[in-house]
């Protein structure tokens, strides 16, 4: 009888901490980094581009950026090249999702500030959706030369934030940029049988 009693009381004190929507992303990023997020919850409207906004302040501004859904969680990268150091937000306005028992439209927001400091170098597209070989472009955003070592990670079912610290490496070469070059990085992959992350 106690058991069940402590059971239950466990669920109704650990039930109101659980967030309706989790929105996992750095809160801090150096100028012309490229922001990477995750939002998962339960959504009765499918996040699209459109419902995606960025604010500088309280002021919306454009943004370049993309969405992608992968086993029920979404991911967005946006460019912050040219983008000056300030507080920002990225908010999902006018998509239905359960919080709690109700349904809501709040907007979900989270904020995220840029730094005075430089990345080393962008990565132009932040995230790709294929089942074969592809390449990126990086830009080296420092004013001398930069070695940049391209390595991806194996294969996860897991968030993209927990998949970071993946077990299996796998080195794809390295790329010498000169200030303010721009390079193509190849990546191919073979035997590609199910959905999964690959950083």
């Avoid at 990225?90 to 730094?115: M, Q, R």
């Avoid at 390449?135 to 970071?164: H, M, R």
Wanted: aromatic fraction near 12%; glycine fraction near 8%.
């Amino acid at each position: 009888m106690k058991r069940g009693i402590i059971a239950v009381i466990l669920i109704l004190v650990l039930f109101p901490i659980v967030s309706a929507v989790e929105f996992k992303m750095k809160t801090e990023f150096k100028q012309g980094e490229t922001l990477l997020a995750e939002i998962s919850g339960n959504f009765q409207d499918p996040i699209l581009k459109e419902n995606i906004f960025f604010y500088k302040r309280h002021v919306r501004i454009p943004m370049e950026y993309e969405i992608a859904k992968l086993g029920g969680k979404y991911y967005i990268y946006a460019q912050l090249l040219g983008k000056n150091p300030n507080n920002y937000s990225i908010a999902v306005e006018n998509v239905k999702y359960l919080k709690g028992a109700e349904i809501t439209e709040e907007p979900i927001i989270k904020n995220f500030t840029i730094t005075n400091e430089t990345a080393d170098f962008s990565v132009e597209p932040g995230f790709v959706t294929t089942a074969q070989g592809f390449f990126i472009e990086v830009q080296n955003l420092q004013d001398y030369e930069i070695t940049i070592n391209a390595k991806t990670l194996g294969e996860s079912s897991a968030g993209f934030f927990d998949f970071i610290f993946g077990s299996e490496e796998t080195d794809e070469g390295s790329v010498n940029l000169m200030s303010g070059e721009i390079k193509k990085i190849n990546f191919e992959f073979e035997n590609i049988t199910k959905s999964a992350l690959k950083r």
